[in-house]
């Protein structure tokens, strides 16, 4: 979200009793929550999207297993 942006949006706060850094806290807020209701709706899942690219390791595996010899 661009300051151009933000600025264009905050007279739609002026009837909320907040300081000027709380309404731009709600904009973003209300900007990220449409953001990803649109992203879900698109199926489009910004947290899949990048474990995608890392290879999951299991902890359970038995190949690389430490032995303890105490």
């Known amino acids: 979200m661009t300051p151009e ?3 264009q949006l905050l007279p739609y706060t002026d ?3 907040l300081s000027k850094e709380e309404k731009i806290e709600v904009i973003k807020l209300v900007w990220f929550m449409m953001e ?3 992203d879900q709706a698109w199926g489009i899942n910004p947290v899949k ?3 995608d690219g890392f290879k999951q390791n ?3 595996k038995t ?3 430490l032995d ?3």
Do not use: P
Request: proline share 0%; charged share 25%; glycine share 4%.
């Open 5 to 7: 942006e933000i600025k």
């Open 15 to 17: 009837h909320l009793d």
């Open 36 to 38: 990803s209701a649109v």
């Open 49 to 51: 999207s990048s474990r």
């Open 58 to 60: 299991s902890l359970q």
């Open 63 to 65: 190949q690389g297993s």
């Open 68 to 70: 303890s010899k105490c």
